[in-house]
T-cell receptor
């Protein structure tokens, strides 16, 4: 089972560069989201989507864009990378219905901005 | 104020010990509660949901105290393989889950 697949796993960017973190899930989950994890901060929600064509902002959306053209894919775009965006990024998905449904995470993308 | 707060630890315990973690949450309208486990440099994975009446899964017991707005996780007979970071997760809006920063557990031989 592929589950949630993120690429790339590691990336180094220069300040001002742009890039896209890819995320795909094969579980037909309506809900997808992106988190970043920083030491001592826990996971913070960047953007989320409840279905194709629908996205919304989370806690820390500035500097990031998302789109959801298909149920399977939810890419995260860094528009102009800054050192403050150095972090571990996790894509996640879950079925839309049910408060207790499990969140499934991708393996993470380690991003360093220099 | 953080939505979810946890003691970062680390909790260093010998094998076979019983250890407990607490987590407090700020929003009284919170609807669902979970414990996730995260191994070093890995993604979080669901350990267990937390139900109002408390629930048990093998050596793990979770409790919810709505009046005091905290949840707890008790691990009995700790194993070396229990060493990980335990994340408390709270949801009060279907679309938004709030994660604590985690409590690190080291189980030593």
């Amino acid at each position: 089972n592929a589950g949630v697949t993120q690429t790339p796993k590691f990336q180094v960017l220069k300040t001002g560069q742009s890039m896209t973190l890819q995320c795909a899930q094969d579980m037909n989950h309506e809900y997808m989201s992106w988190y970043r994890q920083d030491p001592g901060m826990g996971l913070r929600l960047i953007h989320y989507s409840v279905g194709a064509g629908i996205t919304d902002q989370g806690e820390v959306p500035n500097g990031y864009n998302v789109s959801r053209s298909t149920t399977e894919d939810f890419p995260l775009r860094l528009l102009s990378a800054a050192p403050s965006q150095t972090s571990v990024y996790f894509c996640a998905s879950r079925p839309r219905q049910g408060l207790r449904n499990t969140i499934y995470f991708g393996e993470g993308s380690w991003l360093t901005v220099v | 104020r953080k939505e979810v707060e946890q003691d970062p630890g680390p909790f260093n315990v010998p094998e076979g010990a019983t250890v407990a973690f607490n987590c407090t949450y700020s929003n009284s309208a919170s609807q669902s509660f979970f414990w996730y486990r995260q191994d070093c440099r890995k993604e979080p994975k669901l350990l267990m949901s937390v139900y109002s009446s408390g629930n048990e899964d093998g050596r793990f017991t979770a409790q919810l105290n709505r009046a005091s707005q905290y949840i707890s996780l008790l691990i009995r007979d700790s194993k070396l393989s229990d060493s990980a970071t335990y994340l408390c997760v709270v949801n009060y809006n279907f679309n938004k889950f709030y994660f604590g920063s985690g409590t690190k557990l080291n189980v030593k031989p």
